[in-house]
């Protein structure tokens, strides 16, 4: 685990700066602004099948970025928990393979697909012959410790779709620290 937030410095006239002093109140503050808490997480290795009109937590089996170690590959996978409470930025990525029946959907939501996150969800239309998609807009909300964070897939094919892959496509999550 990272740094908590800095603190701003106080101190009285005639006060003499010890090592102590300085690691805590200043060097640990800049340490913390140098490499706040940032998560990018992408769904790297294989595919996730989504069920028709089903809203899906999307698994993310790869980490990119993870300072603060709030994510597990290998448990409750779609799932970043703040290790920081602050306000973070968190926008995201779901990528279909290709259909061109129905709508395809994504959206961010905190501690489960009850709490969307107001504004950082998506809708467009299938793409005939291409992949499709679907990116979410930036928005910044506060996370206690321990909140947890995560991307959900929509679709309405008709059918079951699944997410698709590649170097240049991956359904992905992000969050960084943006303030306390």
């Known amino acids: ?13 005639g006060n003499f700066i010890t090592g102590a002093l300085w690691n805590s109140q200043v060097a640990n503050g800049l340490t913390f602004l140098l490499g706040p808490p940032v998560f990018v997480g992408v ?13 899906t937590a999307i698994n993310l089996d790869t980490n990119v970025i993870d300072f603060y170690g709030g994510h597990s590959t290998s448990f409750s996978t779609s799932r970043y928990v703040c ?7 968190v926008s995201g990525t779901v990528v279909y393979t290709a259909n061109a029946t129905g709508m395809r959907g994504a959206h961010a939501c905190v501690n489960g ?19 499709t998609a679907v990116a979410l807009p930036a928005r910044d909300v506060y996370l206690n410790q321990g909140d947890y964070v995560e ?7 008709g059918g079951t779709l699944s997410t698709q892959y590649a170097a240049d496509q991956a359904s992905m ?3 960084r620290f943006s303030h306390s």
């Open 43 to 55: 769904q790297g290795a294989a595919t996730q099948s989504l069920a028709n009109t089903a809203t």
């Open 1 to 13: 685990m990272g740094l908590a937030p800095p603190v701003i410095a106080t101190q009285a006239p």
């Open 173 to 175: 999550l992000y969050l």
């Open 151 to 157: 991307i959900y897939g929509w679709q309405s094919s």
């Open 113 to 131: 697909a009850s709490n969307p996150i107001q504004g950082c969800a998506a809708q467009v239309p299938a793409g005939p012959t291409y992949n």
């Open 83 to 89: 290790q920081q409470p602050g306000y973070y930025t």
